[in-house]
């Protein structure tokens, strides 16, 4: 080609193509600097923060003080009793998450023809943000406007049932982030449902499956992948919540629903301790990492070689 | 091993017919194929002998016993499926074994049937490999070997090879013939392709919309087409049609249009007269000839050489393709004018109104 192109009289004027790297470059660079500005900035000045002791009154001030924040987490008792609430809620989140979500795509995979718009309408929940939800569900589990009052009433009887209760309003939190989030995964899980080729239950028909053994061995495995990006994702997320805790129950009743996102607003922002809720913030960093680390060690690795 | 008998099948799926009427047996030890186009009914009309589909109304019949209402499993059938389907996250071991997990066998026994099952169709090495790791011809050993492990009393294969490339389809082909005849197994074989009909079947059923056009030996089947569609369905290169009316003259019945005058022997000789009648040729039938009054007056189209012999596609005086075989290396310009004849008792003769072939009344 080169040799023609030499010889030609007057080759053609061309325009250069570029290689594929340059163009993955061009079309990514900026965003890598984005990132570097809006994630690796902030991270590095908390890092900065973390070793020190921040003051405002009598004007700004940054004392260092070594590794003394990182201790005094260890000897926190709201630090070890936040992390529980945030495992107690990431755990049940992920839980309830999968399996809504799960058992809405096996409904929406199943819909009769002509219901099959409702597929479509599922995923509306999903589109309220989490500050809406977090509204949303206060309203929905207090005493006097809730569903709980509407449902004893229904029966008969004219006490007041309050969902916020300190005992169960992790678990009453978790169902409603399992409403905003179930829907996604149903949708990402029926969109996987449908790759199944229907002849393969027609083989499980004719090797006498009971219905559990046809969900086992045809239905779930083309899922099982989904599902571990999915409890990765919503592990992340659910640990992660602060909009929606902050507008639904504020961190209460009285501190029962303090998760750590919740502890380390009030240390940083209303207490303003800056120094050692960003040295905080970096144990929750550590545990989402661990933890999603350790999901992807026990299922993610085997759903890999598959 | 059974006998399967169908009686007056009827399915339909709201105002769809998808099976009408059809009445079919299929011997013990035999190898049936279910030849159609898609949409014709044979996939279905599968389905219902296997009991994955109920019949709308109906009989199905395995020895003599009315299976209609039984599962697939009381059936004992086994099935293999297009592209050869096997559950992707078991090895080929466990989904052969999949077949046998209700049997009720002991584990040795069990073990004992699935090593035969995989030595018969040479899949041994392949058992502890996954779906896919298997190449398509493996699965579809593997496939097969599942199926033949439960001994069953019937084997239903829903074009499990086409999907597979050429080459590889035509040594299946044989293989499961081979397969069949030594397991003496009936097996109903089902496919739109009708060179692998007419290559496997002991014998074939044509389908169309959901009606059984015809059913007998492939000789049969291809000699004797029982309809127009039947005619131009099976065979490669295709059947020739050419139009005319039937006259009796001088007590002699003549094929005539404005390009032909023939005189019609054989077995349709004594067939009634009438307007309009299409005969059927079969392109090896016919030869290129000098130009007269028996002889079809062709234009040329296009000559496709297959190495032993050459087909000349023509324009025929009617407008329809005329295709005739000639000899190995034969040329001719396209456009060129032909002339080329056949013998009339070779010929079929159809009513366009029925699409069947003409009733003839004692033998010519």
Redesign the interface.
Known sequence: MADTARSAPSPPPRTAEISTLSFALIISVPVLIFLLVVVAYPLAYAFYLSFHEIRFFGGYSATWNGLANYSKVFSDQSFWSSLGRTLRFTVETVILTLAVGLGLALILKHLPAKWRWLRALIILPWAVSPYGAGIFFTYLGRGQTGIGTAVAGWFGSDHTVNLISARFVVEYLAVGAAWNMAPLVAFFLLANMLTT?A??Y??A?????SRLETFW??TL??LRFTLFVFSCITTVLAMKTFDYIFTATQGGPGGASAVLTYTLYKISFVNLDLGYGAAMSFFLLAVILGATGLLYLLWGRKEER? | MARIDLHNIVKTYGSHHAVENLDMTIEDGELLVLLGPSGCGKSTTMNMIAGLTEPTSGKILFDGADVTSHSPHQRNIAMVFQSSLLYPHLSARDNIYMSLKRSGLSKQEINARIAHAAETVDVTRLLDKMPSQLSGGERQRVATAKAIVREPAGFLLDEPLSALDASLRLSLRAELVNLQKRIRTTMIFVTHDQVEAMTMGDRIGVMRKGRLEQIGTPTDIYNRPATLFVAGFVGVPPMNFLKGALEKADGRLWLTNPSLKMEIKGEFANAAPQKEVILGIRPHLMRLTEAGASALPLTVYAIEQLGNEAIVICDGPDGGKIRVVAPAGFTAPVGARLDATFDSAAARLYDPASERVLAVTGKA
Do not use: F
Not at chain 1, 205 to 209: A, G, L, N, T, W
């Open positions: 080729p002849r393969l027609d083989l028909k004719i090797d006498q499956m061995h045809v495995p083309p598959q």
